[in-house]
Structure formats: structure tokens, C-alpha cells
């Protein structure tokens, strides 16, 4: 009997591994455009886990610009903004450079 479930639970196990992964990609880097200028530069970026959807941010860099009610492109998609975990001020010159960090966006 417990030989059984040990095959049970492992087999259930591989198979939620292979639905888990993604087989979705998009660059893990590149800049946001918003009416056809360029807004940010973003890394770490991947598609969501827990959002069917939807891509998220690890970080997005000079973000002064980007109006998060308004829809964004990147990589070919358009997006919109559903979360902003944190927001930065960096201090790099004469202005502050505006950081985005763990952003979630909608695929529209």
C-alpha cells in the first residue's frame, strides 16, 4: 500500500511540475514605449505565475515619464499596469531617476 501511494504522489507531483512550466518567452530586458517614446528600461522581466496574462517587472529604471494609467508596449505586447510594489528616487545627477520595483502588467 505505501509503495503505491509513493507512485501515486510522484506522479502527481511530476505532473504539476510540467504544467507549472512556462513554455512562454519574452526578453528579459528592454525598453517601454508609451505613445511612441521610450519611458523605461526594464530587466527581469517574465511572464506572471500567478497571473494567466500578465508579465512582471523586477525592475523598471528611468520611469519618470511613465503614466501607470496608461496603457505601455513592450517586446510587442501592450500592457497595463495592475501593481507597483515599491517606487525609488535615485539620486544620479541634477535629477532624481524614478525606479520601479516588482511591477505587475495586464496583458490587454
Known sequence: MG????IVFV???ATQLLRDRD???VSAQGSLTQSGRTVGWAVG???SRKEDAAL???EIFNAGKLKH???????GYVLKIMQIRQVEYVSSGAQPE???VKVVAKIQ
Not at 69 to 75: R, S
Open 56 to 58: 512582471e517587472f523586477e
Open 11 to 13: 506522479a502527481v507531483g
Open 69 to 75: 494609467d496608461n496603457e505601455f508596449q513592450y517586446a
Open 98 to 100: 524614478t525606479k520601479l
Open 23 to 25: 513554455t512562454r518567452t
Open 3 to 6: 509503495f503505491a501511494a509513493l
Open 45 to 47: 522581466v517574465h511572464f
